[in-house]
């Protein structure tokens, strides 16, 4: 009996609001709400030229594009971190610069041909004199490469291009 007074109370709180009821009681028919006009949002005149997009810098070597390093550094310099202290390659790995290093800022982008391997991607960051090692490796596209690199050599390590062509 205490359970099917329970469902009564239960079951009879289910339905329509009473306002709603009471609305629908006095109407014979819905009546429809009008929904204002969708507006055209403006489009710019046609024949303009727009403005250049802003926040990419636009000249090679100020972070869009790497190019070929004029201040350094050289392909030896970096053969010379991968072989020292960063201790990627042991000494007697036969290895040559596929790529000379291509530079955003103080970044540095070389490909290495290994013998018997696969090409050696480096990334490097900071002054030829004081190179530090950011990653090698056939996959450079890090953490670090994708979050502090400057767009040119995140596009190399990451997309495959983005280097300035017959740079």
Do not use: F, K
Request: a neutral charge.
């Amino acid at each position: 009996m205490l359970a099917l007074s329970l469902l009564t109370v239960v079951l009879g709180g289910c339905g329509a609001p009473p306002e709603l009821e009471q609305q629908s009681a006095g109407r014979s028919t819905p009546t429809a709400t009008a929904v204002p006009p969708a507006t055209a949002s403006p489009t710019p005149p046609t024949g303009l030229p727009l403005p250049p997009p802003t926040g990419l810098p636009s000249t090679p070597g100020s972070g869009a594009v790497a190019v070929a390093c004029r201040n350094g550094p050289s392909g030896e310099q970096v053969l010379r971190l991968v072989r020292g202290s960063a201790g990627v390659l042991p000494g007697d790995t036969g290895v040559r610069v596929r790529s000379a290093p291509l530079c955003t800022d103080d970044w540095q982008y070389t490909v290495l041909a290994v013998s018997g391997y696969e090409d050696l991607t480096v990334v490097s960051q900071g002054r030829p004199g004081a190179l530090r090692l950011v990653t090698a490796g056939t996959d450079v596209c890090t953490i670090e490469v994708r979050t502090a690199a400057p767009t040119g050599i995140r596009t190399l390590a990451c997309d495959g291009t983005g280097g300035l062509p017959g740079a």
